[in-house]
């Protein structure tokens, strides 16, 4: 059985695919989620069961004025059906489902130092040569590598760093003296 969040990112997104809308119900799908976990006091208004249906609707109207029609009769209708909550995790299915339709490959990087942008977007490129497809481009900074770099692209790791080389003759040198 499909999680309820996946139904409702599907549906959303085959809505926003007929009406070529993907990018804008995503951006708006993205910015409201974010204020819901940023102001408690929305959150609690549309997640909790003592606000009516009809104040959620009202309410809703009135901060998302301007707001694309068919993602505020999306809110209308999880707002309807009491499914607010799943909003975050409709969220995440939905990105998913967007970057498969852009082809998008996430590549994360992660150096114990902080790479020029230069580097970043060489290391980026390559890897979307290679893969043949787009690559969404993440870099991070953790000095407990020590040196060198992990690359995450989609679910697979490649680990250079010289924390794992270390642990890695940390665990040759301890199987020689067994």
Same mark, same amino acid.
């Given at each position: 059985?499909?999680?309820?969040?996946?139904?409702?990112?599907?549906?959303?997104?085959?809505?926003?695919?007929?009406?070529?809308?993907?990018?804008?119900?995503?951006?708006?799908?993205?910015?409201?989620?974010?204020?819901?976990?940023?102001?408690?006091?929305?959150?609690?208004?549309?997640?909790?069961?003592?606000?009516?249906?009809?104040?959620?609707?009202?309410?809703?109207?009135?901060?998302?004025?301007?707001? $694309?029609?068919?993602? @505020?009769?999306?809110?209308? +209708?999880?707002?309807? =059906?009491?499914?607010?909550?799943?909003?975050? /995790?409709? #969220?995440?299915?939905?990105?998913?489902?967007?970057?498969?339709?852009?082809?998008?490959?996430?590549?994360?990087?992660?150096?114990?130092?902080?790479?020029?942008?230069?580097?970043?977007?060489?290391?980026?490129?390559?890897?979307?040569?290679?893969?043949?497809?787009?690559?969404?481009?993440?870099?991070?900074? $953790?000095?407990?590598? @020590?040196?060198?770099?992990? +690359?995450?692209?989609? =679910?697979?790791?490649?680990?250079?760093?010289? /924390?794992? #080389?270390?642990?890695?003759?940390?665990?040759?040198?301890?199987?020689?003296?067994?």
């Amino acid at each position: 059985m499909e999680e309820l969040a996946e139904v409702y990112a599907r549906s959303l997104f085959e809505v926003a695919r007929e009406h070529a809308r993907l990018d804008e119900l995503r951006e708006q799908l993205g910015q409201f989620a974010d204020a819901l976990q940023a102001n408690r006091e929305l959150a609690v208004f549309f997640f909790s069961p003592y606000f009516s249906t009809k104040e959620k609707q009202d309410g809703l109207e009135r901060i998302l004025d301007g707001a $694309d029609e068919v993602f @505020l009769n999306f809110l209308k +209708l999880l707002i309807e =059906n009491h499914r607010m909550p799943v909003i975050f /995790r409709t #969220r995440q299915q939905f990105e998913h489902m967007w970057e498969r339709e852009n082809q998008l490959l996430p590549v994360d990087i992660t150096s114990a130092i902080e790479l020029d942008q230069a580097t970043t977007e060489s290391l980026g490129r390559r890897i979307g040569e290679r893969a043949g497809r787009k690559v969404r481009l993440a870099a991070h900074v $953790d000095p407990d590598i @020590l040196g060198g770099i992990v +690359l995450r692209v989609g =679910n697979s790791i490649l680990d250079a760093s010289i /924390r794992n #080389r270390l642990e890695q003759l940390r665990r040759h040198v301890a199987q020689g003296a067994s």
